[in-house]
């Protein structure tokens, strides 16, 4: 049966289903100008299971979730889940670690990025500016060889894992179980982490979303990559649908909002927006995809890229306990040493694992 998705006009459809789901998701209560954001919201789960105690953001979010069943359930009804792995698992996971950090130096993932120039950020441009920096200093290293290693096949119950660790998470957040008074799981009274849609719109979004991109191979990071390094257009089309889309349900529904200062969950120090995706943007590339990606990927039995999430959770505990992760009052003062040292970390990693002098 032909997959419809994987043509032009099937990814154009597929942007536009998440540039509108966010905007609506948005609508019925995820924080503004993060209708969906993987860094983000893996950041809300790091919180909730109490690896981080900034009490402002926990949560488990149903998206994340739903993107990894969908993409699983998707992928098991077309006879693509398959199981592999063993890639460079460690430098897969400090890959994750950086590129979260990076993140959250910016305040958001390249979906974010773009969400946030749909409801009027302008703060978002060097973000996505940083991005797509980041990405040409990787294609550099893929030009010469650049590479993980071979990932292997694995068994069939090793890749069902991931899924059902992300089952495991739903039943915790719909019972709302606490293992302890005033323990985990912890939910946010408060800030970016107490706003949130109704759980069941959430989960059905997260679903759709996981499994329209498994199918049609959605990846923000690949689109800017393909475009650089082959000329090809094909998945940066769904990029921009996703753009355009979200921009026109934003006017639609009143939540543009254009300028720099006074954004939700953003800050303005530009020399620290675009050198912390910049940090995103060449950690996305080293590891194959951008944290959407990575979910999906995870979902049809990639160990690797669940490897790679696992890293940014754990990214998300670092940067918040250790005061790295930005807020709306600008960077920290350890922001910018974390990015040198991310910056550093994967330049050594693109220079000795590449195939060609």
């Not at 109490?50 to 098991?76: C, K, M, S, T």
Request: charged letters at 10%.
């Amino acid at each position: 049966m032909k997959n419809i998705f994987s043509s032009r006009s099937g990814i154009i459809i597929v942007g536009a289903a998440i540039g509108i789901g966010a905007a609506l998701l948005q609508y019925f209560g995820n924080p503004p100008n993060m209708g969906i954001c993987v860094a983000c919201f893996e950041r809300d789960m790091a919180g909730a299971l109490g690896f981080h105690r900034a009490e402002v953001v926990q949560y488990l979010r149903p998206e994340i979730i739903g993107f990894v069943l969908g993409a699983f359930i998707a992928a098991l009804a077309a006879g693509e889940f398959k199981p592999r792995g063993g890639s460079a698992p460690l430098i897969r996971f400090f890959l994750g670690v950086f590129a979260m950090i990076g993140a959250l130096i910016f305040l958001g993932c390249p979906w974010r990025a773009l969400l946030r120039l749909a409801g009027g950020d302008g703060n978002a441009i060097l973000g996505i500016a940083g991005l797509i920096f980041g990405i040409f200093i990787g294609i550099q290293f893929l030009k010469q060889g650049f590479s993980l290693g071979k990932a292997h096949v694995q068994k069939k119950s090793s890749g069902w894992i991931f899924p059902a660790l992300m089952a495991g998470l739903f039943l915790l957040l719909v019972f709302q179980v606490s293992f302890a008074p005033g323990g985990p799981i912890f939910f946010s009274q408060k800030g970016p982490g107490s706003q949130h849609a109704p759980i069941a719109i959430s989960i059905i979004a997260g679903l759709i979303i996981g499994a329209l991109a498994q199918r049609s191979r959605f990846c923000t990071m690949g689109a800017l990559r393909d475009v650089m390094l082959v000329r090809d257009f094909h998945l940066i089309s769904g990029v921009l649908s996703l753009l355009i889309f979200a921009f026109v349900m934003n006017i639609i529904l009143g939540q543009f909002k254009p300028g720099f200062v006074g954004q939700p969950v953003a800050h303005t120090d530009h020399v620290w927006n675009f050198l912390g995706m910049t940090l995103a943007g060449l950690a996305f590339v080293l590891a194959g995809g951008c944290p959407g990606r990575q979910l999906f990927l995870s979902g049809e039995g990639d160990m690797d890229a669940g490897i790679f999430v696992l890293g940014m959770i754990a990214g998300a505990a670092v940067a918040h306990n250790f005061f790295l992760a930005s807020s709306p009052k600008g960077v920290t003062a350890f922001g910018p040493a974390a990015v040198i040292i991310g910056l550093v970390f994967c330049l050594i990693t693109g220079f000795t694992l590449r195939e060609k002098n």
